[in-house]
């Protein structure tokens, strides 16, 4: 791991420190240098994986199966279930992958399943580590790296998702056809930092992110499968707060469908490696535009409606994936 690139106000510091914040933080055990000015946060920082970090944590995976893989699947908020399904499994548990950031969520198991999905080989990581539980937007994005190393040419994401669009009920399942993504806007892009150029370009076009042929053909299975398929934008925040009425109503006028805090940083550093893209958002719950109201949003709703969610998104992405493997 380097340490690059510090633009810090000397005088704004009061303090500077040599710390092992991940350590502190969340235990992956990696060294960052942290300025601590007056008020301000550790943005100012920026650390970046070399490729040895990602060919280290792909060889312990190596070690443990020799299968190859060639479609990736990131499985969000109770959405698990699907790695259940995969036929001749190896199951890595990310505490035994190098680097792996573990999820602290409720909902998200932390593990790597390999092994194939309608005949379609696959590595499925079951649960992600997010930006909100104190993860820098790189090692949120470090298991589509170590996909990259594992072979992985095309990246499926899933998450669970408040609904933005006034048509869509909780339950339903929409087709991430492009995104905002405010965090990365507002300088929480994990392509911030040194440029690897074996990896990819240093500007990353996202005109074409998500994938034109397999939205066509996720529209196509879900017909075929007699499943509702939404289809919009999903707007990626940091979390973890549920957002407010205004907030909704906000995001809503720029064009947001559904609302989420993952999805985008793993989108982007796909798309850095150019990797085929394809997502969905399961509306776990239809977001609240008024103050007018008694209800709230809870993360047991979204885990709730999440495993309703779940056989209307396996019919889809087994569709899917019949159809790469052919
Ligand atoms: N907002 C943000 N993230 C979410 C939501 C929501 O309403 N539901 C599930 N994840």
Redesign the pocket.
Known sequence: MNIANFSVNRRECAALFLLRYNEVINGTGMWALVFLPHGRRMDTMVTSYTTADYQKAAAVIREKTAQPVMTGIVLG?GLGGLADMIADAVTIPYSEIPGWARSTVHGHRGELVIGTLEGCPVVVQRGRAHLYEGYHPQQVTFPIRVMHFLGVQTVILT????GLNPTFNGGDVMLINDHINLVGMSGNNPLVGPNDDSLGERFTGMVQTYDRSLRQLAHQVAREAGVTLREGVYVG?S?PT??TPAEIRMLRTLGGDA???STVHEVVVARHMNKRVLAFSGI??V?FDSIDTDAE?THEE?LEVGAQIVPRLTAILRGVLRALAE
């Open positions: 908020s998450n669970a998702a408040g925040l979390g549920f957002e609302v989420g805090m776990t719950n977001a949003t979204v």
